[in-house]
């Protein structure tokens, strides 16, 4: 089996772990449409007959965005993204085929960009809602294409190769792999849990100085909820306590959103709260997820990664949210997560809200970790404990 199929199979079996019956949606751009039909084909082989996809067409997005007034825009079938709900309520399991093309919008009006992200949030709740509700299976994995490997310098062989080293698929057996891994991030996660955390504080020669609050009753998570969320995954995770925020954050690399590129930037917290923030690029496209709405004013994740995980030490910034977050420690804007307290799955977003946990329309990650990273525990006893050192993991 060449590689490419080996990762189609491994994606569902091994991440979304589907089997015979279950149903697929899968959501990409049409610049990998080959790697779609084999997706497609190894779902055909597993016993997955319903199969529905959603292609988006970033060529005729940007045409769209330089040739039309704002109304034309937000009303055209191109940006379209309802059918999320339909998905989400028909049961189906989503497979989210990302592959950047970094500043392909540059030349885009960044307010248009911030109304079509702002109208494609507020669209697709009903999805959100089951996601952060942990009621359907979702990954979200990337795909190489030509124009993301030249902005990397590389090859799209060489790139292709990078992802199938880091997502183990040049193992034997991936889905073994992987399980052990999950182990390991769950192992971790149990550890934390038990250290009963009452705030962490970040510091290092960036400028970061930055105490974050946890709920009373958090819970660290690894991305294995039933099936791998993220692919790949290092990271264990938590929500804070939206209102226990004070200080300032540096980014340690650039964020893309909507392939537009926000580059060396800092937040500044007050009681949670976004006070204040700026970035040498990309500000309007900061200053646009920042007011999205009320609770993107305020944190939603707290994930943490060892500084020396298999992504850092490719010595790539892929400009790809999924691998850089998982390339060491990261922050989120926007909404929490429920299974991260205590019966947190049980709760209504007012129940979740008045226990510290965030509710919002937006989730951006960004990334924070660097070699000279240190986190402090501070218990809830009182006594204190540094949980990382040299952006790397202290574990008892």
Known sequence: MNKKRKYAKFLLEGCLRLKEGDKLFIIADNIINDFVEIVIDEAHLIGINKI????????????LYLTNDQNKILSSPLIDKTKYNKMAKDGFAFLRLTSPLPNYFQDVDKNILNLVNQKQMNSIQEYRDFQHRGLIKWNICAVPNDYWARDLNLSLDELWELIFKICLINDEDPISSWNKKMTKLKNRAKYLNDLHIDKLIYKNSLGTNLEIGLPKDYLFQSADEGNIVNMPTEEVFTSPDLRRVNGVIYASKI????????????LKFKEGRIIDFDAKEGREILKGIIETDEGSHYLGEVALVDYNSPISLTKVIFKNTLYDENAACHLAIGASFAECIKDGLKLDNEQLYKRGLNYSKEHVDFFIGTSDLEIKAVLQNGE?????????????
């Open 384 to 396: 204190d404990l540094v949980i990382m050192e040299k952006g790397n993991f202290k574990e008892a």
């Open 255 to 266: 964020l893309l959103v909507n392939n537009q590129v926000v580059k060396d930037f800092w």
């Open 52 to 63: 529905e996809t959603l292609i988006s067409f970033p060529s005729k997005e940007k045409e």
